[in-house]
């Protein structure tokens, strides 16, 4: 039961401090720290402090790209960054910081539409590995690759692995895998898919996250292209082509997208991540 109610509380826990504050004394949990999560925001002697603690450092990492003609193009990140905030926020047996985000993925694909700033794999791969060093230079031994885009989830298990030859050890997560029963319930019109792109799943994200810059008029039907349509056999990759796959380049229909499913998967999955950090915390 106090898992459910601080799930709820979750969204409200940076802009009304007061308010999370009595929230946890009336169910008995001690209160979260009022030092700031985000590492930029943190002084180098509060860094160093975390690190001697044992700390978890949290990467988000997204993208920056087309996400229809409806959804902003930080779609990705803002939903990683802002899970793994409320996830760090909510922390008490364990002290987690929130690393700057990686804003940048692997999108060469979505380049066929406006407003995608893609990377080339060389330069994400020693973008990832030059953070993760800096990291572990400082100390900290745990580091969790938060992920938001679907691109970058094969890359964010790869690099675990060449970062393991440097003696760095990570935990690569991509947010959707963490709630993967919850999505499925959720998803109406997208087949029990795990993740869409700008479809009902992330139309619903942003507009719980950021509803002023969701272009409404195009949550209705016949928009977007079914995810059953263009879903490939798990047994085989291929690289989206999205000018003859999508429509608008929407995987997933849109027309049953709302603000209280948005909201349901964040909580989901910052709750999940929470009892992750935990966990992880703990281990060798």
Known sequence: MKVMIVSRILKTMRPVPVLVSMAFSCIGLAQPSRTPVEWQKLRRTEIAEAAQAGAVVIVPMGA??????????????????????RAAQAATAVRVLVAPPIWWGLSPYHMVYPGTLTLEL??????????????????????LLLNGHG????????????????????????????????????????????????GDIETSISLYLQP???????????????????????????????????????????????MAKGEKVVNAAATQLLSVLQEYAKSE
């Open 122 to 143: 060389e330069t994400l791969t020693s973008l990832v590995v030059d953070v993760c060093k800096s990291l572990a230079a400082h100390g900290f031994k745990k580091i």
């Open 64 to 85: 920056i790209e087309q996400h229809g003609p409806h959804l902003p193009v930080n779609t990705d990140i803002n939903t990683s960054t802002e899970i793994a905030l």
């Open 151 to 198: 691109g970058n989830e094969n890359f964010i298990n790869t690099i675990s692995i060449k970062l393991s030859q440097l003696e760095i050890f990570i935990l690569p997560i991509s947010y959707w895998n963490l709630i993967p029963e919850e999505i499925k319930q959720l998803a109406e019109d997208d087949g029990g898919r795990i993740i869409d792109h700008a």
């Open 212 to 258: 002023e810059r969701v272009d409404r008029s195009y949550i209705r039907p016949g928009i977007g292209t079914p995810l059953t349509q263009s879903m490939r056999p798990p047994w085989r990759y291929t690289v989206p082509r999205l000018k003859k796959e999508t429509s608008e380049g929407i995987y997933g229909l849109t027309a049953k997208a709302n």
